[in-house]
T-cell receptor
Framework: EDKVVQSPLSLVVHEGDTVTLNCSYE??????LLWYKQEKKAPTFLFML????IEKKSGRLSSILDKKELFSILNITATQTGDSAVYLC?????????????FGPGTRLSVLP | GAVVSQHPSRVICKSGTSVKIECRSL??????MFWYRQFPKQSLMLMAT?????????EQGVEKDKFLINHASLTLSTLTVTSAHPEDSSFYIC????????????FGEGSWLTVV
């Protein structure tokens, strides 16, 4: 059974701190890994990773994938209160019906002023 | 970026009635749409995958006669919760993937359903 695990499940930091969120997976037919940020409504797309070792960056956020060790990390530097959200990791797999998305449980990040 | 619109954003219905939620891809043709359910403080749970013009594929444990999914066109999928019960109250989110969008999926805004 395909599985995506995220850690920690919950994290509380202060503004200015740097955080690292972890996502590990055990799946068959891996295609790509996606990171999403979910605040009050639907998740918003952050990154898509398909190749190992290539860091993707967007402002204070960055992410990298290790396909050998089957994990990805999402880094947020100089955190702000607006970064408070649930961060979801999803792995795209190919199954008999096409492509499917397996979501992890999410990491709930709270950034205190 | 790609936009997926979901409507209504909030709906309250009486127990025993049916309610329909629409999911539209606004600037691309969505060959595949996904419907998720999310309980408070929990992750997204995939309910079903629908491909345009064919029957939806439901995840184990999801009643297909209760959650009717129609994907009649490349830009519209609907989820109908039939004979709703209070335990159906939840946050329902759709997402869509199109041929020109690679492996990325884009989410609708979600719909809060409250059954009273």
């Amino acid at each position: 059974e395909d599985k995506v695990v995220q850690s920690p499940l919950s994290l509380v930091v202060h503004e200015g701190d740097t955080v690292t969120l972890n996502c590990s997976y055990e799946v068959t037919n891996f295609r790509s890994l996606l990171w999403y940020k979910q605040e009050k409504k639907a998740p918003t797309f952050l990154f898509m990773l398909t190749s190992s070792g290539i860091e993707k960056k967007s402002g204070r956020l960055s992410s990298i994938l290790d396909k050998k060790e089957l994990f990805s990390i999402l880094n947020i530097t100089a955190t702000q209160t607006g970064d408070s959200a649930v961060y979801l990791c999803a792995v795209v797999v190919r199954d008999n019906y096409g492509q499917n998305f397996v979501f992890g449980p999410g990491t709930r990040l709270s950034v205190l002023p | 970026g790609a936009v997926v619109s979901q409507h209504p954003s909030r709906v309250i219905c009486k127990s025993g009635t049916s309610v329909k939620i629409e999911c539209r891809s606004l600037d691309f043709q969505a060959t595949t749409m996904f419907w998720y359910r999310q309980f408070p403080k929990q992750s997204l749970m995939l309910m079903a995958t629908s491909n345009e013009g064919s029957k939806a594929t439901y995840e184990q444990g999801v009643e297909k006669d209760k959650f009717l999914i129609n994907h009649a066109s490349l830009t519209l999928s609907t989820l109908t919760v039939t004979s709703a019960h209070p335990e159906d109250s939840s946050f329902y989110i759709c997402s869509a993937r199109g041929g020109g969008q690679g492996n990325t999926i884009y989410f609708g805004e979600g719909s809060w359903l409250t059954v009273v």
